[in-house]
């Protein structure tokens, strides 16, 4: 007989993710005497300890780290049969999830989310944000059913199928207090150098994340998302390439200077993609409706 049960995982699983027995416990919807009988039947069953309990906060053993780690498979494997089954049955994904690259922010698609709700009541939609290469990983690592404007090239290896959305081009900004402001002639590497670059940090945790635009032994403050960069360069803290849909107001308004640089930023094709033979009644909906001509106009 099987001494590790789904239940036993899922409840481990909050447990490392919350910190304690008492947050899993609302997470679970489940009362603190069954998150701690769970455990400690679990570990007499299995003769090992999986928890180090230090005040409120609960930390896994060693032998804990290994149980979860491959725990999180059969968690993963467990979902996607029951959504398989739910989809065998009616069609319909019980859940999709669409990663956005953070450039595009994820309230862009509210009329979307509407639209498919009326069709689709059956399916939940849930919208995350990733960067750079953590919009392929995600996709990859089936924590996402569908990239909407997935930045650069995807991984090597396949399994996933791509098609092009759209093509956004870079301006080189700075607010007009900054030293890189002034000037009409195009910015060398030197005088770039010389400056604090304002990356957005690649979300990947696996696949070798992207480095975009920053010299080698750059100053650099690097921010979650792409609002953040363009909130940080409005603020003057840095100088980057921006989407030309962020800086056409800032510029208007005098928030922001476009110059011309001698290594400018070369226009990017953002991707809609999909895994190989993933044919969802919901996942298809969204295919079609991020297909729709002048979609990526709007953003």
């Known amino acids: 007989m099987l001494k590790l049960s789904l239940d036993a995982l899922q409840i481990l699983d909050a447990i490392d993710r919350r910190g ?23 570990e007499q069953d299995l003769g090992v300890q999986l928890f180090d309990r230090i005040g409120p ?9 290994a149980l979860l780690e491959e725990g999180r498979h059969l968690l993963r494997a467990a979902r996607e049969l029951e959504m398989r089954v739910r989809r065998v049955a009616s069609g319909w994904e019980a ?40 919009t392929w990983e995600a996709l990859l690592d089936r924590r996402a059913d569908l990239l909407v404007g997935a930045a650069g090239e995807g991984p090597s290896g396949g399994g996933y199928v791509v098609e092009p959305l759209g093509v956004v081009r870079f301006v080189f900004a700075v607010a007009p207090g900054h030293p890189l402001a002034a000037g009409t002639a195009a910015l060398t590497r030197e005088q770039l150098a010389a400056h604090c670059a304002i990356a957005v940090a690649d979300s990947a945790r696996r696949l070798l994340p992207r480095t975009v635009g920053l010299l080698m032994g750059q100053e650099t403050v690097t921010v979650p998302d792409m609002l953040s960069k363009f909130r940080m360069q409005c603020a003057g803290l840095g100088f980057g390439f921006l989407p030309e849909p962020y800086v056409q107001a800032a510029v208007a308004q005098g928030r922001l200077v476009v110059r011309q640089v001698e290594e400018p930023k070369p226009e990017e094709t953002f991707w809609l993609a999909w895994r190989t033979g993933e044919e969802g009644a919901a996942l298809r909906w969204w295919r079609e409706r991020m297909r729709a001509p002048g979609l990526m106009e709007g953003w």
């Open 95 to 134: 859940e999709l999830t669409v990663a956005l690259d953070s450039m595009f922010q994820p309230a862009l698609l509210a009329e979307d989310v509407r639209a498919f709700s009326q069709v689709a009541e059956q399916t939940r939609i849930r919208l995350i944000s990733e960067v750079l290469s953590g």
């Open 57 to 65: 906060r609960a930390e896994l053993t060693e032998a804990g780290v």
């Open 20 to 42: 304690s027995f008492a947050a899993a416990g609302k997470e679970l919807h489940k009362v603190p005497s069954t998150i701690s009988y769970t455990v400690s039947k679990l």
